[in-house]
């Protein structure tokens, strides 16, 4: 035991002088550095010099006041913490060469006023603390995103408990909600129509199947109960059924429907599962009623399927629309890098063809500002692999989840304005941007009173 105990002590006695060695010669190095940009002849010395010749020259040209003074005005051009520790590193590395410098200090040096005018005292200043060695924006970043349970890519770690529907955003309202009423006379005949003929697809499918029978039917699946268990079991049933809103359950579609129209339609799911329908409406089932609403089926067709899109494999996935939206996304893609970013909605929307300039927010952007708000909220909502930027499988999301937060509910298909709340936007038959006309008045306003207040200054003065 004394042998391991003695060696453990050994073993760190060398670690601790090995690490005063590195920092006495790193601190050597950054001290030469500093006198050589300060005194000319070391310029055309410092290549003939060894470290050792260096460390010779520097002891005895310097008394050790002198290096106590050196030191000082080195820390007050640094203005941060760690010239105190590099004063006091040095006073070790001297030692070896200077008698007047003892090998017994360890007191800390007191870290002198900056003189006035100097960098150090508009830092103190200014600032409330020392910067450090590195600026640390990324670092505090990537801690803050950590602390709130998001990678820097924008998923979810799972550290803060979330509801099962914590990714579903209001795609299509907020401040998207300009961008989509701008929209709408280009993509939504299109999507509407898509929407309605993947609903219909799988409604059409029969509600039972007696090779699959439905996981949510409780009665179906207990198949082991005697017939007066079952009965009292199928009453239990339908009382929990009453109990929901019968407009979204006789409007839904069950499981075994979904798994009917996942085989023929062949969308992305797993082949090998057998209870794969099962899967997909726990996934999507919003309500907890064991059936998908028509929004929570097209929500599954938009965010279940994306991986496929425009493929042979799947049916009714959006071919037409997306061949649209992909024209949209590289004529916005300028420089051709498969990204595009909110300048470039910004720039290059306003040139999108249209019937009227109905819900246009880009007609007031010279005078009201506020809506580039709009196309930052859309990219800030759909941007997850490059912070800033929306690759084309983003775009092509953002605009399908858009149009799906706006015109389902979880009874039908909207074919009008009624659940996007224009009305609330616009006004003047929907061609004036309500607030951002009244923003440009109040900004036309203030600009007229500056301008008569210099005028009137201008005539005193002549």
Request: proline content about 3%; glycine content about 4%; hydrophobic content about 35%.
């Amino acid at each position: 035991m004394k042998i391991i105990r003695t060696s453990i002590s050994l073993f760190f006695i060398f670690l601790v002088l090995n690490l005063v060695i590195e920092s006495s010669y790193s601190t050597d190095i950054m001290m030469l550095r500093k006198r050589k940009t300060k005194q000319d002849e070391f310029e055309g010395s410092s290549s003939g010099l060894s470290s050792s010749q260096k460390s010779e020259s520097s002891s005895s040209n310097l008394s050790s006041s002198q290096k106590s003074e050196g030191s000082s005005s080195n820390s007050g051009s640094e203005g941060n913490s760690s010239s105190s520790s590099s004063y006091s590193s040095s006073s070790s590395s001297y030692s070896s060469s200077s008698s007047s410098y003892s090998t017994t200090t360890t007191s800390i040096p007191v870290k002198p006023p900056a003189i006035p005018g100097s960098q150090e005292h508009y830092w103190n200043t200014f600032f409330v603390a020392d910067r450090g060695d590195k600026c640390a924006g990324e670092k505090l970043l990537r801690a803050t995103l950590k602390k709130l349970g998001i990678s820097e890519n924008g998923e979810y770690l799972g550290k803060i408990k979330q509801g099962p529907f914590w990714w579903v955003k209001e795609w299509g309202f907020g401040q998207s909600a300009y961008l989509f009423d701008f929209l709408d006379p280009v993509f939504r005949p299109q999507i509407l129509k898509d929407f309605t003929s993947i609903y219909l697809a799988f409604k059409a499918f029969p509600i039972k199947d007696n090779q699959f029978p439905d996981p949510f039917d409780i009665v179906s699946v207990r198949k082991d109960l005697d017939p007066v268990s079952r009965e009292r079991l199928r009453k239990q049933q339908i009382e929990m059924q009453l109990k929901l809103d019968q407009r979204v359950f006789s409007a839904s579609v069950n499981a075994v429907q979904v798994h009917q129209g996942l085989k023929s339609l062949n969308w992305n799911y797993d082949k090998s599962r057998s209870d794969y329908a099962k899967t997909f409406v726990l996934k999507y089932d919003m309500n907890k009623d064991g059936r998908l609403s028509p929004r929570e089926l097209l929500l599954g067709s938009i965010h279940f399927n994306q991986a496929i899109f425009l493929t042979d494999q799947c049916k009714l996935c959006y071919e037409e629309i997306l061949d649209q939206i992909d024209a949209v996304f590289a004529y916005l893609d300028c420089d051709k890098d498969g990204h595009i970013s909110a300048e470039d909605l910004y720039t290059h929307l306003p040139k999108l063809r249209r019937d009227s300039q109905q819900h246009n927010f880009f007609l007031l952007s010279n005078i009201a500002t506020i809506r580039t708000a709009v196309v930052n909220d859309f990219l800030l909502k759909n941007s997850y692999s490059t912070r800033g930027l929306l690759t084309k499988k983003e775009f092509r999301h953002g605009i399908l989840l858009g149009f799906w937060d706006r015109q389902t509910s979880d009874t039908n298909i909207v074919n009008d304005d009624s659940r996007n709340l224009k009305s609330l936007r616009w006004s003047e038959d929907e061609v004036v941007d309500t607030l951002a006309m009244k923003y440009a008045k109040h900004t036309l306003l203030a600009r007229a009173k500056e301008y008569a207040a210099l005028k009137d200054k201008q005539e005193d003065i002549d």
